[in-house]
């Protein structure tokens, strides 16, 4: 079983700079696509940053140039860096991660989701 943990959400200020990071353990033989999502209230969850194990990112374009996701892969650690928060990144963060488990023989890729950590941004 693998676990994802997320950390280091709360409340800022509008033009404040949060950073998040997301944790994984457990059981598994490596981690290949982490990913950052968020849901806003009443909104549906949306895919905000993406990272492979060498480093290629994609950012959604309403973050883009705002937030800036990077991973320690001996840490088996994701973080996202957001910078300029506006009211409207308000929203559930969301840790993901696409996981090799099992033996070398017969491994299985899975996706695990964290709970989630809240992000407020107002004055």
């Known amino acids: ?3 994802l943990v997320e950390s280091g959400g709360g409340l800022v200020q509008p033009g ?3 950073t998040l990071s997301c944790a994984a353990s457990g059981n598994f033989l490596s981690i290949v696509t982490m990913s950052w999502y968020r849901q806003a209230p009443g909104k549906e969850r949306e895919l905000a940053a993406t990272i492979t194990p060498s480093a290629i ?7 883009k140039g705002r937030f800036t996701i990077s991973r320690d892969n001996a840490e088996n650690t994701v973080y996202l860096q957001m910078n300029t928060l506006e009211p ?3 929203a559930i963060y969301y840790c993901n991660a696409d ?3 099992g ?5 299985t890729l ?4 964290g709970k989630g950590t809240l992000v407020t941004v107002s004055s």
């Open 1 to 3: 079983q693998v676990q």
């Open 16 to 18: 404040g700079s949060l």
């Open 57 to 63: 990112t994609v950012y959604a374009h309403s973050v």
């Open 88 to 90: 409207e990144d308000t």
């Open 99 to 101: 996981v090799w488990t």
């Open 103 to 107: 033996g070398t023989v017969t491994a």
């Open 110 to 113: 899975k996706n695990y989701w």
